[in-house]
């Protein structure tokens, strides 16, 4: 049974350090920098006219709609869907130099939650590229979830329990940019000379504007189950469109845009100097 895992082990590291699975995992890295920037865009524009879906929903019939949309979006997804496998296959067989046993499987898990988000992603653009987008927002479907969630027993408590989630992801997301955790998945030429500077820079920021986007979720979600409200909860456009509501609303919403595009551009440079542990 021994030798079998170690060969199942083997086979994984294989696979993950495959140039091919590599190769498409960059184009995966790609589009979900190119979904970032777009939503960013898309925020600027609710700061200052109030109209967009800063969904990735929106960004990605924003891409739909462009020539040649759907071919883009079905590349998209192919490369989001290998994402997933190399997360997966990272979350089991990946980190092997961590002495820690804790943050291994912390790590581990984290790896997980990305194949989640990715996955949901590769999913929503191969239905879009299909032309089954459909025309509903992400946050409506939120606020559904968030009622049926209110309905069921301890509703409540199962809606703050989803809130509390989705903040520990923000304050993951902020971590990692504060403390530059995100280099174990960068190359090590990448942070180096004057280029490198510009990678931390733009990870640091990209990290803390999209954790603070995270947050908003996260407190709209506690918000509905104090409220016993199902529509104050939402995802991200209601987020982004909740900061501009705010006093000096546009301006915060400005930088929270800058934080998600400096994210975008960090995961384009994560294509390129993507490390495989």
């Known amino acids: ?44 524009q609710i700061a200052w006219s109030g109209g967009g879906d800063a969904s990735s929903g929106g960004a990605l019939r924003a891409i739909a709609e462009q020539p040649f949309g759907q071919v883009v979006l079905w590349v998209a997804a192919i490369g989001l869907a290998a994402l997933v496998v190399w997360q997966v296959l990272t979350a089991m ?45 992400s946050d409506s479907k939120e606020e559904g979830l968030t009622a049926r969630l209110l309905s069921a027993p301890a ?15 923000a304050v993951r997301h902020v971590h990692r940019g504060v403390t530059q955790d995100f280099t174990h998945d960068l190359e090590g ?20 504007g999209k954790g603070v986007a995270i947050g908003v979720v996260g407190v709209l979600f506690g918000w509905a189950a104090l409220s016993y409200d199902s529509d104050k909860a939402g995802g991200l456009d209601d987020a982004l469109k909740t900061v501009r509501e705010q006093p000096y609303g546009p301006v915060l919403l400005t ?14 440079a994560w294509a390129r100097y993507v490390r495989t542990r």
Do not use: N, P
């Not at 509703?155 to 992801?169: K, N, S, T």
């Open 155 to 169: 509703g409540r408590v199962l809606v703050v329990i989803v809130g509390l989630a989705i903040l520990a992801v």
């Open 93 to 137: 067989w990946g980190h092997q130099s961590e002495d820690d046993d804790k943050k291994r499987t912390v790590k581990r898990a984290s790896e997980l939650g990305r194949a989640v988000v990715y996955a949901i992603l590769a999913f929503s653009a191969a239905r879009m590229a299909a032309g089954s987008g459909g025309s509903s927002g």
């Open 255 to 268: 930088l929270v845009a800058i934080g998600l595009a400096a994210f975008g551009v960090f995961c384009l």
């Open 189 to 208: 030429s990448a942070t180096s000379g004057t280029t490198g500077s510009g990678i931390l820079l733009v990870g640091l920021i990209g990290y803390v």
């Open 1 to 44: 049974m021994t030798g079998m895992a170690a060969q199942g082990r083997d086979a994984g590291q294989q696979a993950r350090h495959s140039t091919t699975v590599k190769a498409a995992a960059r184009i995966g890295l790609v589009a979900y920098g190119v979904v970032h920037l777009l939503i960013a865009w898309i925020a600027l």
